[in-house]
């Protein structure tokens, strides 16, 4: 399935997987690279020993990274020990793009850049970026307001004018190969695409978590900032975190400053990391999209990639 993307990162299909700190590793990237795709491993919050394990996981297939810039601005030393790696491509999300983005460019990777507005969007063009993704707050894991729905083509319009030769893909919600349709519809070259690789045999995710995300339907995601503030994650405010609506979210979201206070985080921090090891959804938190109603099983990465691609290919196909 060929689109300005895949010529651009010279790949079989626009499809991209989420840098998903901690679960996307070398394995899962290189399972989707394998596949016709583009893997990202998860950098996060950056962890040296966590990096350099994984990157040699995926051993010499061709992979990227992902990096926080607010976190990376903590430990900037990070980003050489990725680009030592030669990576395809660094993503960088979640703003303050500027003093990593020449670096990038200059060691020859290319440049994602995820937004979740307009005014990021501009920011990441100006910063040069090779590809933008619109994130719609569908998304798992860190989002803003905007859905992908409006997002992605507005942004498509902007880049058309200000920077046609910046590619877009989108990101999430997209899971089959109907989303994946429809976000080539609404002008992206591809997708980046997250929480249906979480749910895959590679991620690297406790079997317990996977089975409550396939169990629940997308009315039972909400945004909060609780697994932030117990995990003691200072994240900017403006990026409250998806996740399922366990027991542990719901006993806590709207009552973050309780959780912060002493004796309650330590308790708690404790009890979430406990279920985090253990599977025990209800009793931590589960980063997932909004379209986890539509993850209905846990498939081997390449599997996943083969299965978008034929029936996007099909739904477009199709005669109306
Ligand atoms: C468990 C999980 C962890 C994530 N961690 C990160 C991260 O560390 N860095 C990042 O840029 N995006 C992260 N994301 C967001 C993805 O980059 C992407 O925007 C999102 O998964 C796309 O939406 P989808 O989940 O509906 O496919 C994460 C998403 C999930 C589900």
Redesign the pocket.
């Known amino acids: 399935m060929q689109t300005r993307l895949t010529k651009a990162l010279a790949i079989d299909h626009p499809i991209i997987s989420?840098?998903?700190?901690f679960?996307a590793g070398g394995r899962l990237a290189a399972a989707v690279t394998s596949a016709g795709g583009l893997g990202l491993i998860?950098g996060?919050y950056g962890d040296a020993d966590w990096l350099e394990r994984e990157f040699a996981e995926a051993g010499d297939v061709r992979v990227g990274c992902?990096l926080?810039t607010w976190s990376l601005a903590k430990k900037p030393e990070l980003l050489e020990l990725v680009l030592g790696r030669r990576p395809a491509a660094v993503?960088l999300?979640?703003g303050g793009l500027a003093p990593f983005a020449e670096r990038i460019k200059t060691s020859g990777a290319k440049l994602i850049c995820?937004v979740q507005t307009l005014a990021l969007a501009r920011e990441a063009v100006a910063a040069g970026a090779d590809v933008v993704v619109a994130?719609g707050t569908?998304?798992?894991?860190?989002v803003q307001e905007r859905t992908t729905f409006t997002l992605v083509p507005e942004i498509a319009d902007y880049l058309a004018g200000a920077a046609p030769a910046t590619l877009l893909a989108a990101?999430?919600?997209?899971?089959d190969g109907r989303t994946l349709a429809a976000v080539l519809m609404l002008g992206a070259d591809g997708a980046?695409?997250?929480?249906?690789f979480?749910a895959s045999a590679e991620a690297l995710v406790h079997k317990g978590l996977q089975a409550a995300a396939i169990a629940a339907d997308g009315d039972s995601t909400l945004r909060t900032r609780v697994a932030d503030v117990a995990r003691r994650i200072d994240w900017p405010r403006q990026f409250p975190a998806r996740m399922l609506k366990t027991r542990f979210a719901m006993q806590w979201h709207g009552r973050e400053t309780e959780l912060a206070e002493s004796g309650t985080r330590e308790r708690e921090e404790a009890r979430y990391w406990q279920g985090f090891r253990t599977g025990d959804a209800e009793n931590t938190c589960v980063?997932?999209?909004e379209?986890v109603g539509l993850i209905r099983d846990v498939a081997p990465a390449g599997e996943i990639v083969r299965r978008m691609v034929s029936e996007a290919e099909q739904r477009m196909a199709r005669p109306r």
């Open positions: 989420a840098p998903m700190g679960a998860g996060g992902g926080i993503m999300s979640f995820q994130q569908e998304a798992g894991g860190h990101a999430g919600g997209i899971v980046v695409v997250g929480s249906r979480w980063l997932t999209s379209a």
